[in-house]
């Protein structure tokens, strides 16, 4: 009988709906002690400027303003260093080097804000396609980043037929610093028609440029 009791008692107390003053008293202590981690600070796209881009506070304070609004324009958030450490990380994965990195940044802050793995791929095929230098595809960004997330059109088929059109990339360049446009813009739509017209007033491939 003493075993049976003693085998019982500890389970009708832990069933029993009235604790113990003991156990209150460990569960006071319990949450008296606890510490909780404190939430991280929000994310400060200035501040990732300035430590991770290598931006100076007043480039840094200008681009964050600049690419805030373009996302609420466009509905992005940009909460948090995950995309922008991904984007960061196809531009160095091609090779450019850290200075043109800032540079194109500084110049277009809103790139950190798109689909990583849009902007690697179309960087892929740039290079792959054009057999691009990193030099040559830091030219292109820093006249025109856009080409790598603001258009929906694949831009390799246009860079081809300008780069064709007009006899070399370098001449592209040379164009696309005149309308950056060009390359955003449909081919069949706009840009053909529009040099036919400037070659019926009788400018030359050189003049176009």
């Known amino acids: 009988m003493l075993c049976i009791r003693d085998h019982l008692l500890p389970l009708l107390h832990a069933a029993s709906p009235h604790p113990s003053p003991l156990h209150h008293r460990t569960c006071f202590l319990l949450l008296s002690t606890t510490t909780y981690p404190s939430p ?11 430590t991770t881009c290598g931006l100076d506070p007043a480039q840094a ?19 948090s260093a995950s995309n922008p450490d991904a984007v960061l990380a196809q531009l160095s994965g091609v090779g450019l080097a850290c200075t043109d990195i800032v540079t194109i940044v ?3 802050p809103l790139i950190l804000n798109y689909k990583a793995s849009t ?7 740039i290079r792959d396609r ?3 230098f990193a030099p040559q595809i830091a030219r292109l960004l820093l006249i025109r980043s856009s080409v790598l997330h603001r258009s929906r059109r694949n831009v ?20 696309v610093k ?32």
Do not use: H, W
């Not at 902007?119 to 095929?125: K, P």
């Open 119 to 125: 902007i690697g791929d179309r960087l892929l095929a």
């Open 61 to 79: 304070r200008k681009a964050s303003q600049k690419a805030l609004a373009g996302a609420s324009l466009r509905r992005f958030r940009l909460d």
């Open 40 to 50: 991280p600070p929000p994310f400060s796209l200035e501040d990732y400027l300035v």
């Open 130 to 132: 054009f057999c691009l």
């Open 178 to 209: 005149r309308n950056n446009r060009m390359l955003t813009s449909s081919l069949d739509r706009v840009n053909k028609p529009n040099i036919a017209q400037l070659q019926q007033c009788g400018l030359s491939v050189r003049d176009i440029a």
């Open 156 to 175: 390799g088929p246009i860079l081809e037929f300008f780069t064709s059109f007009f006899g070399s990339f370098e001449m592209v360049l040379v164009a």
């Open 106 to 108: 500084n110049s277009d």
